[in-house]
């Protein structure tokens, strides 16, 4: 069946520029993550959205950053004035229910590069 | 910034040697993960591990959750060439929500 996909795998943007990032879970998921993986490190955690709402926003690291999954399905991440930091892995991940021993199902993630 | 220290960071295998990784915490987790991330592809999930001690095999993997809650290992006996890519730890705590904290990584790669 049809894993997370996540469109565009690559954007290159410049410098206090706007981008959106798509997520497409697994169907039927209820549980959304971001994570953003630098070059060289582990994934870290962004935000986790459970059915419509954004049940942990911890991890955006400022108010450039939001997050939106209007019908809960399909989510957008969305990056205001870009910075040459937000170069990374924008990953994404569904789970079914959200619970501590749901699986967490990775896409294949979105490069963004910021010159 | 990272919170859990893996190790090696780096290794060479050649087929059908035995692999070791670990994974340390200065804090408790509830739920240890053993990840694999193969270039351009999102990480997928080899091994979860639930309770302190726990000893789970899949396969020619093996991974432990320490009795501490503050570690785990991961082995892979008899490496074959796809054994290649980045094997990441993630930690899970019970009062965080489901957010994982991931390790930064042991890339294996094949001897030359």
């Known amino acids: 069946g049809a894993g997370v996909s996540q469109t565009p795998s690559n954007k290159v943007t410049e410098k206090g520029k706007y981008v959106e990032l798509r997520c497409d879970p697994i169907?039927?998921?209820?549980?959304l993550y971001w994570y953003r993986q630098s070059l060289g490190q582990g994934p870290e955690f962004l935000i986790y959205?459970?059915?419509?709402?954004?049940?942990?926003d911890s991890g955006l690291p400022n108010d450039r950053f939001f997050a939106v999954r209007p019908e809960g399905s399909v989510s957008t991440l969305k990056i205001q004035r870009t910075e040459r930091g937000d170069s990374a892995v924008y990953l994404c991940?569904?789970?079914?229910?959200?619970?501590?021993?749901?699986?967490?199902?990775f896409g294949p993630g979105t490069r963004l590069t910021v010159l | 910034g990272q919170q859990l220290n893996q190790s090696p960071q780096s290794m060479f295998i050649q087929e059908g040697e035995d692999v070791s990784m670990n994974c340390t915490s200065s804090?408790?987790?509830?739920?240890w993960l053993w990840y694999k991330q193969d270039p351009g592809e999102g990480p997928v999930l080899l091994i979860a591990l639930y309770k302190a001690g726990e000893l789970t095999s899949n396969g020619r993997l093996t991974a432990q959750f320490g009795i501490t809650r503050k570690d785990s290992f991961l082995n892979i006996s008899a490496s074959i060439p796809s054994d290649v890519g980045i094997y990441f730890c993630a930690g899970q705590r019970d009062n965080a929500g489901n957010m994982l904290t991931f390790g930064g990584g042991t890339r294996l790669m094949v001897k030359p």
């Open positions: 991940a569904s789970s079914l229910i959200g619970g501590a021993t749901d699986t967490q199902y």
């Open positions: 804090s408790i987790f509830n739920t």
């Open positions: 169907s039927g998921h209820t549980a």
């Open positions: 959205f459970q059915g419509t709402g954004a049940a942990d």
